[in-house]
């Protein structure tokens, strides 16, 4: 089974801060097919970053991916206060399963 | 605007049906891969189904043999035929198009605000 594990699972930080969002896989990502998504509270997600490392269109640039195999890490830069929301990874393209991980919480600290 | 907009949500029996229904605006449901995942309350995502523009459906294990994933061209709408539906099925049920039209990336980049499903007694 794949699986897909985020840590930490609460992230406190303030307005300003950098915040480093890890996303680990029980095996390796092919093609890094790995993507991120933003959702907030009672709105649907939003893709943030696909392939690792490419933002979707809109993305503003504080937001960046990184990472191959089975290790990914989603950086944003300087937070801003839209930014505090629940971060989810998600595998793409191995099978017709998508997996997603158990998301990451940013909170203002 | 791309939108995908999810409709037919509410409370149900244990061991009932329901259909919920997904319609998409300024693109062509025939064009893409479409899915539906879903979001138990408080808890992470689910994927649920997703239609290929060209191939078989596809479903998750928990759903198999229970739901079916279908799509209408001609008034540009998916569907989730959900049936013999249980208690641990409750969920926001969101649709989804893939990135990028034909093969596409089996990556869902735009989605609607989702329906809610209950099952209860």
């Known amino acids: 089974e794949f699986v897909l594990t985020q840590s930490p699972g609460t992230l406190s930080l303030s307005p300003g801060d950098r915040a480093t969002l890890s996303c680990r896989a029980s095996q390796s990502v092919g093609s890094n097919y790995l993507a991120w998504y933003q959702q907030k509270p009672g709105q649907a997600p939003r893709l943030l970053i696909y392939g690792a490392s490419s933002r979707a269109t809109g993305i503003p640039d504080r937001f960046s991916g990184s990472g191959s195999g089975a290790d990914f890490t989603l950086t944003i830069s300087r937070l801003e206060t839209e930014d505090f929301a629940v971060y989810y990874c998600q595998q793409y393209g191995r099978s017709p399963a998508l997996t997603f991980g158990g998301g990451t919480k940013v909170e203002i600290k | 605007e791309v939108q995908v907009l999810e409709s037919g949500g509410g409370l149900v029996q244990p061991g009932g049906s329901l259909r919920l229904s997904c319609a998409a605006s300024?693109?062509?449901?025939?064009?893409?891969?479409m899915f539906w995942v879903r979001q138990t309350p408080g808890k992470g995502l689910e994927w649920v189904s997703a239609l290929r523009h060209s191939t078989d459906p596809h479903y998750a294990d928990s759903v198999k043999g229970r739901f079916t994933i279908s799509r209408d061209t001609s008034r540009n709408m998916i569907y989730l035929q959900m049936n013999s539906l249980r208690a641990e099925d409750t969920a926001v049920y969101y649709c989804a198009k893939d990135l990028v039209s034909g093969d596409g990336l089996w990556l869902p980049g735009s989605w609607g605000q989702g329906t809610l499903v209950i099952v209860s007694s």
């Open positions: 300024e693109f062509s449901v025939g064009s893409y891969a």
